[in-house]
Nanobody, 125 residues
């Protein structure tokens, strides 16, 4: 059974850094894009970043551009989200996801078929 497992969340002060990891298992995600989404209490799940299967293409929401970097290691079936210069407004549960396609659909939750259980990121001011 396909499974995505996130790790690396935690509590960090504003201005600090965290690196999230998402390990895929149970099936090959060959050809799949990988994405990171986040959901704060009382808010809808929102797109953060995505990376194409080859890693040649990436996309970010405006609020994290220049601070977050998405990458993947297909040999390890793992995708990463390096988060620098963290702000209190980055506090949320972060989810990784896998799905087909690319282009404008990367920001939509419906374009992803598999989801992890989430990891909490808390940024204190």
């Amino acid at each position: 059974q396909a499974q995505l497992v996130e790790s690396g969340g935690g509590l960090v002060q504003a201005g600090g850094s965290l690196r999230l990891s998402c390990a895929a298992s149970g099936r090959t995600f060959s050809g799949y894009k990988m994405g990171w989404f986040r959901q704060a209490p009382g808010k809808e799940r929102e797109f953060v970043a995505a990376i194409s299967w080859s890693g040649a293409f990436t996309a970010y929401t405006d609020s994290v551009k220049g601070r977050f970097t998405i990458s993947r290691d297909n040999a390890k079936n793992t995708v990463y989200l390096q988060m620098n210069s963290l702000k209190p407004e980055d506090t949320a549960v972060y989810f990784c996801a896998a799905g087909g396609g690319w282009g404008s659909v990367v920001v939509t939750t419906t374009s992803y078929d598999y989801w992890g259980q989430g990891t909490q990121v808390t940024v204190s001011s």
